[in-house]
């Protein structure tokens, strides 16, 4: 198995546009997290998905993210508009139930200018 | 509410030195705990389970229920375990993993 597959491994752009980072989930895993980790704030859930429904979006920080699960291996996590403030390194996890052990992919590391 | 406290946001050792990483949780169910290892601008990876009760890299962790705690040991540590550590809390009725917010430890020649 290829594991939690993330893209893009790096992403910089300027403040202001549209970012799109992707996450491909462990075949048969049923369950899908999105986190940030920063100096500051440490690791940080923003949003998990158990079935393709999101569960709890509450550590989502501002209506200019958003999350979806089109199918059942795929997400995306989307920031628009994005700021300098967002730059950070974003993480996708699967699990197969929403207690199990956690897959991590290798993470999106975001500079936005 | 549930809870994952590691005190130690940075730890220190020589190698060679024994080493602890410290985590207590709280938690009215059942819990069932875990660490995950970070290297240096890696994914985290999960170093070991308290339900598998097995040695990962030289390292173990008890699970205390009486001092509700989980701590990471390592009788000889080495430069190769510089890295952060997270401990994780799950149980029947959470829903998900809670994190600590890691220890960072560093393990000089």
């Known amino acids: 198995d290829a594991g939690v597959i993330q893209s893009p491994r790096h992403e910089v752009t300027e403040m202001g546009q549209e970012v799109t980072l992707r996450c491909k989930l462990i075949?048969?895993?049923?369950?899908l997290f999105w986190y940030r980790q920063t100096m500051m704030r440490g690791l940080e859930l923003l949003i998990y998905f158990n079935n393709n429904v999101p569960i709890d979006d509450s550590g989502m920080p501002e209506d200019r993210f958003s999350a979806k699960m089109p199918n059942a291996s795929f997400s995306t996590l989307k920031i628009q508009p994005s700021e300098p403030r967002d730059s950070a390194v974003y993480f996708c996890?699967?699990?197969?139930?929403?207690?199990?052990?956690?897959?991590f992919g290798d993470g999106t590391r975001l500079s936005i200018l | 509410a549930q809870r994952v406290t590691q005190p130690e946001k940075l730890l220190s050792v020589f190698k060679g030195a024994p080493v602890e990483l410290k985590c207590n949780y709280s938690?009215?169910?059942?819990?069932?705990l875990f660490w995950y290892v970070q290297y240096s601008r890696q994914r985290l990876q999960l170093l070991l389970r308290?339900?598998s009760r097995e040695s990962i890299k030289g390292f173990t962790a008890d699970l205390n229920k009486g001092e509700t705690s989980f701590h990471l040991k390592k009788p000889f540590a080495q430069e190769e375990d510089s890295a952060m550590y997270y401990c994780?809390?799950?149980?029947?009725?959470?829903?998900?993993?809670?994190f600590g917010r890691g220890t960072q430890l560093t393990v000089w020649p």
């Open positions: 075949s048969g895993h049923n369950s």
């Open positions: 938690y009215s169910g059942s819990p069932e």
């Open positions: 996890a699967s699990s197969l139930g929403q207690n199990q052990p956690q897959h």
């Open positions: 994780a809390l799950s149980g029947s009725t959470l829903g998900r993993l809670y």
């Open positions: 308290h339900i």
